[in-house]
């Protein structure tokens, strides 16, 4: 089943459901950055996560950082989602892994421990809108729909899973669902959403059972006017980073630094954050930076 995500709407229009896939892209970052079982997860709930909430904003520019920062082994989780369907993401220390939890499952929760939810919303123009919460569990889900209900004053229920088996992903992704104004003052609709959610086994459960996002839709809110739009919406691991965007990096250190790493480490070497490619320039090449400098700043006292 392809990387998508897929909206739809039920109840006239008072509820948003979105249904995100994001079993390869999961499994790219697991290889790009090496992750651990319970690394793996944390990233791809948080990626899938990602894309769910960048996925009600207007623009195609418009991307959503989410950044959690705990004092666990794991250190911290870091992604960027776009309207455009493009995310990224890594954690600090993507080696660590931890016991199962009591549930039997991978102790995402103990690996991030106490701290704090960051979340960035950019349009493309403007200002930023940024805000930031305790988190609850640790367990991604639960503090962003924390998030959701605090910051953003929409009631919303966000169920996120990965599943990692021996030979990497096998199953990952997410669902949101919001009650909205039209809708959220009543009352017997909200405790009846409730009720069906709280009967969820898991979102990947239903992946590795085969079923595709309209159907789990269908299960939740079929009885109540669910529409489903027509197209879905590719999701993808990918990551704007270039070897040009490192050179321009590079040239940020000054004349002198990049004179250093000639004269002592031979060259140099860049990795992204972000998708954990590796970029090599060679002393030839940092020379010619060197030369870019001087006549810039030459033409510039001029």
């Known amino acids: 089943m392809a990387d998508q995500l897929i909206r739809a709407t039920a109840a006239d229009g008072g509820i948003r459901i979105v249904g995100v896939i994001t079993t390869r892209l999961a499994e790219v970052a697991r290889q790009r950055h090496s992750l651990s079982y319970v690394a793996t997860a944390a990233l791809g709930r948080t990626m899938s996560a990602g894309l769910l909430l960048s996925s009600s904003m207007k623009t195609l520019e418009s991307r959503v950082n989410i950044r959690i920062r705990g004092d666990g082994p794991l250190g911290g989780v870091m992604v960027d989602a776009g309207r455009d369907g493009t995310v990224r993401g890594y954690v600090d220390n993507p080696a660590v892994e931890l016991p199962l939890n009591a549930a039997g499952k991978l102790d995402v929760g103990g690996a991030i421990g106490p701290g704090y939810l960051y979340v960035v919303r950019d349009v493309g123009y403007g200002y930023p809108y940024s805000s930031t919460v305790e988190l609850v569990s640790g367990e991604i889900g639960d503090d962003l729909t924390h998030y959701l209900a605090t910051s953003e004053q929409t009631p919303s229920a966000l169920v996120l899973g990965v599943f990692v088996g021996a030979d ?7 669902l949101l669902l919001q009650v909205l104004p039209k809708a959220a003052s009543d009352p017997a609709l909200v405790e009846l959403l409730e009720s069906r959610l709280a ?5 990947t459960p239903l992946l590795r059972q085969s ?4 159907q789990i839709f269908e299960s939740l809110v079929g009885d109540l006017g669910l529409e489903v739009f027509p197209e879905p919406h590719l999701v993808q691991f990918s990551c704007p980073c270039t070897y040009e965007r490192m050179l321009g990096a590079l040239k940020m250190l000054g004349p002198e630094e990049l004179q250093d790493m000639i004269e002592k480490d031979g060259g140099a070497e860049a990795t992204c954050h972000f998708c954990g490619e590796v970029y090599h320039s060679s002393p030839d090449e940092l020379a010619q930076l060197i030369d870019q400098l001087h006549e810039e700043r030459s033409a510039s006292s001029k």
């Open 168 to 174: 990497g992903v096998e199953a990952s992704g997410g």
């Open 199 to 203: 009967g969820l086994s898991g979102f």
């Open 211 to 214: 079923k595709n996002l309209p």
